[in-house]
């Protein structure tokens, strides 16, 4: 069956530390991968996206990710967490079938935590 | 100037109901979705429509039916609401295509609760 897997259900880090935000995938082919992130009450907006090409992705506010695909990993990174970045934070598939449609597969978030 | 839209932001109702929740998104998208988010966050895929094909995921209960009067809009009906139905539920769109893989735009969600 194809998944994805958030192993963390929260991170706690200190602001101005970097954090990562883990995601492992479980697809067939090619899938294409995105990160999300919900604050509270609100809907889930886009962060970045990989489809090809350079492994490392960079998105808004200041987060990137890398795409392994030995490992079949995109773990969410950022340099210098900002409290401000506290939130529920998604990863998403969408296998690769050739189909037109964009049907992503959501992991089960995991609460980033940032205190000042 | 909102993107993706719904309404209502709350929905508060009795089992057996019937209720509707009406998305809309003014971004020229050609493929719309309905989101479930339970209780634990977990967010799960209900349809997802474009003016050529619908695709249902098979877990859905019959008793939800989107319904789209035009590309903008993608409606979610919910007949004989039931206690587990409560949930908040997201409706997005994107643009898709051979070739196209954007990402999802998605509104800021209905939260239903059902007595």
């Known amino acids: 069956a194809q998944s994805v897997a958030q192993p963390e259900d929260q991170v706690n880090v200190a602001e101005g530390n970097p954090l990562t935000v883990k995601c492992t995938y479980s697809v067939s082919g090619n899938p294409y991968l995105f990160w999300y992130v919900q604050y509270p009450n609100r809907g889930l907006q886009f962060l970045l996206k990989y489809i090809t090409g350079d492994n490392l992705v960079k998105g808004s506010y200041g987060f990137e990710a890398e795409f392994n695909k030995s490992q079949t990993s995109f773990h969410l990174k950022k340099p210098s967490a900002l409290v401000s970045d506290s939130a529920l934070y998604f990863c998403?598939?969408?296998?690769?079938?050739?189909?037109?449609?964009?049907?992503?597969?959501f992991g089960k978030g995991t609460k980033l935590s940032v205190k000042p | 100037d909102t993107a993706v839209s719904q309404t209502p932001k709350y929905l508060v109702t009795q089992m057996g109901n019937d209720k509707s929740i009406k998305c809309e998104q003014n971004?020229?998208?050609?493929?719309m979705y309905w989101y479930k988010q339970d209780s634990k966050k977990f967010l799960k895929i209900m349809f997802s429509?474009?003016?050529?094909?619908?695709?249902i995921n098979e877990t859905v209960p019959n008793r939800f039916s989107p319904k789209s009067p035009d590309k903008a809009h993608l409606n979610l009906h919910i007949n004989s609401l039931e206690l587990g139905d409560s949930a908040v539920y997201f409706c997005?769109?994107?643009?898709?295509?051979?070739?196209?893989?954007?990402?999802?735009?998605f509104g800021p969600g209905t939260r239903l609760t059902v007595l």
């Open positions: 998403a598939v969408r296998p690769n079938y050739g189909g037109s449609q964009g049907n992503l597969i």
């Open positions: 997005a769109s994107s643009r898709t295509g051979q070739g196209r893989y954007n990402e999802q735009f």
């Open positions: 971004l020229g998208h050609d493929t």
């Open positions: 429509y474009n003016n050529k094909e619908l695709i």
